[in-house]
């Protein structure tokens, strides 16, 4: 069973970067990844995704902003967050799962994913 841990939330003023990670406790060549938010009083969006195969994925709302990667140890999963957006402020979590194979309609599902971090927080103050 994997264990995902993230790291790198923190606060930071409009327009300013963040880098979140997600360390795994398995490698992840056979998982496919992805990392959600959740703003308060809103449902769980996807944000980024990654195939087990290294096909890409962003939300159309951090498209051009956002970057989702792995290490080359494929054990890590980043988040490299630009342009910072109050409306970005949530709580960010990283997902996996070893069975799944996301597609255009399906990346986004939160249900999809078996695993998941307890998550880190994001605050863009204006």
């Known amino acids: 069973q994997a264990q995902l841990e993230e790291r790198g939330g923190g606060s930071v003023q409009v327009g300013g970067s963040l880098t979140l990670s997600c360390e795994v406790s398995t490698d992840i060549y056979t998982y496919s990844m992805a990392w959600f938010r959740q703003a308060p009083g809103k449902e769980r969006e996807g944000v980024a995704g990654i195939t087990r195969d290294g096909w890409k994925r962003v939300a159309d709302s951090v498209k051009g902003r956002f970057t989702v990667a792995q290490d080359g140890a494929k054990t890590t999963l980043y988040l490299y967050m630009s342009g910072l957006e109050p409306e970005d402020t949530a709580m960010y979590s990283c997902?996996?799962?070893?069975?799944?194979?996301?597609?255009?309609?399906?990346?986004?599902?939160?249900?999809?994913?078996?695993?998941w971090g307890q998550g880190t927080q994001v605050a863009v103050s204006s």
């Open positions: 997902a996996g799962d070893p069975a799944f194979y996301p597609g255009d309609g399906t990346w986004r599902d939160d249900f999809r994913y078996k695993y």
